[in-house]
């Protein structure tokens, strides 16, 4: 089987940073190379991969400025169109615009659709939903009026977190300075339990940083900036709890996730995708409200064992899983 | 013989005020159909043309602000080449991104080159170089890189123009009010002839109007603001000469032609197309600095016969010529 992945060319694939599109494009190909298929990445001219790489495009439009995204992207995508006939499947992780060339070209394309940026480019999943295949990152972030193959949840490189028995006694919050986020929440909850609270993650509201974060910083809460990845595995691993009080319906919550794979419970309010990722008072809470937070941490987060939340976040959420997903997904699609 | 034609939609076709591109898709369908040949018009849903209208998109994206403009041009691209079984050839007047459809359909695509927004977009121009045939619209704009079939010259609607045997004892500077268009070099040469200047024209280069142009402003230098059509007809022709001391390689100069239409004669700095559109000595002059535009004003512009000028215009960039140069080359390119 000979399939071509299509990543965003925003960034390298994996990102050395940022980059969740990029990154699950990554992980699926990795994986699905380990398993022996054939798969031909197109990325960036610097990407990494154990499989092939196709390039026309030397690096990200987001690393390299002298780059005009929209040039860089029609010839990215018209790259692997034009070749199309050396594939038996194309997987779409672009974003729509691969779409409008997917009547021209006589393979079978699967896409998963990792976010709506807008409302107004539904119109474009709308047209070509009878000629792909498209796969939701969760239930929750299934659009009403596009029909789906499947969810495949994103799954990340378990290996790159560690499991951590005994963690210390602070709560992390781990994710963008932002109302969606929910940061002064968490500040909120923390001081309510008394608990030391650590704040990880790029600030993308300045002035709600300086208004609902900075005046609570101290002893108690404290802010550490953006985190790198052995940072990130350290700061989950080693807390007692993560705190994910959203304000919006999220799509998926890759903390989440990477917090559960090193042993870590995840405190989360109940909206968009935290059902399907938290097993409620088993690897986690779902709760309502500030209150209930308070309560769960109060009451109940020491009945949690952290190896049950390990082995559900590694059972549900690897990259491995991931692609055994999507591999049983292009069977059933060739098979046809 | 079937042609589709492929407008940009960033305004309506025709343009209601604004939109070069799109006035010269529709000038050109509009004298297709004249000739009896089938044409669709894919522009946007308010388009109006004597052709098939085939319109995905229902206003322009400049004109309806809710559109995302991304989205509409791969909708709006996309419709065409779907349809391309139904064409005898594709007409592209739209920019580079139809481009990186064509090799994904099996019908020849010509390509007016209407400008070159940036030298970023030429690596797209040259990747399918071999797979269209490029048009400019002038010798002179032609990149060096890039292999064409022809020049064809922009077409205007002449009827839109009246011959105007004698003219009133002003100058006139008509277009946008920016440094590359000369307006300060105009204001300086008509002050050195002693004659009055009218200046019509959207201001683009606010602080070099406020420096530039609006200290001159008085009895003998007047600026109108932008003019519409009828305005323009009556300011072109009613004109002793139009100056258009250009400091930029200008790729083709429609209010050149349009002077040139109503009789009027053209006093042009000797760049970019415009020893193409002017007959030095005979529908203007070509001069190197605003020393010899005074001179050419004093000593020759009463030796200029304005009917030639219009002849020469109507001769070489009326629609109607520009329609025949398309339609021999549409038949050179099918019968290869």
Chains 1, 2 share one sequence.
Not at 42 to 56: K, Q, R
Not at 115 to 128: L, T
Not at 297 to 307: A, D, F, Q, S, T
Request: with cysteine; hydrophobic share 40%.
């Amino acid at each position: 089987m000979k399939i071509a992945v299509l990543a965003p060319i925003a960034w390298r694939t994996p990102p050395r940073h940022y980059g969740p599109w990029e990154q699950m494009a990554s992980n699926l190909t990795e994986e699905l190379v380990k398993a022996g298929i054939e798969v031909t990445l197109f990325a960036t001219g610097d990407s990494v991969t154990a499989g092939s790489l196709d390039a026309v495009i030397a690096q990200g439009y987001e690393e390299d400025k002298s780059v005009d995204a929209k040039v860089a992207e029609c010839l990215h995508i018209s790259n692997l169109m034009e070749k199309a006939a050396e594939f038996d499947l194309i997987h779409n992780h672009f974003d729509f615009l691969p779409l409008t060339y997917s009547k021209l070209v006589d393979k079978p394309m699967i896409t998963t659709i990792h976010g709506f940026s807008s409302e107004k480019i539904v119109p474009v999943y709308k047209k070509y939903n009878r000629n792909t295949h498209y796969v939701s990152i969760s239930n929750s972030d299934r659009h009403s009026e596009l029909d789906y193959l499947a969810t495949v949840y994103n799954g990340i490189v378990t290996a790159e977190f560690d499991f951590v028995a005994q963690p210390e006694d602070y709560l992390l919050f781990f994710g963008r300075i932002h109302p969606d986020k929910g940061t002064a929440e968490a500040i909120e909850i923390a001081l309510k339990t008394g608990k030391r609270l650590l704040i990880a993650g790029i600030i993308q509201d300045e002035r709600y940083y300086l208004e609902r974060v900075e005046p609570f910083l101290g002893k108690s809460v404290e802010f550490l900036g953006a985190a790198g990845p052995e940072e990130r595995n350290e700061l989950l691993g080693k807390a007692a709890a993560l705190l994910h009080p959203i304000n919006f319906e999220e799509p998926f919550g890759l903390s989440v996730a990477e917090a559960m794979t090193c042993g870590t419970p995840v405190i989360a309010f109940n909206k968009g995708s935290m059902p399907e990722l938290i097993i409620d008072k088993k690897t986690g809470f779902l709760v309502k409200d500030i209150e209930q937070a308070v309560q769960a941490i109060k009451m109940l987060l020491p009945g949690i064992n952290r190896k049950k939340c390990r082995e559900h976040a590694i059972a549900k959420f690897s990259a491995k899983k991931m692609a055994e997903d999507y591999l049983a997904l292009y069977h059933q699609i060739l098979n046809k």
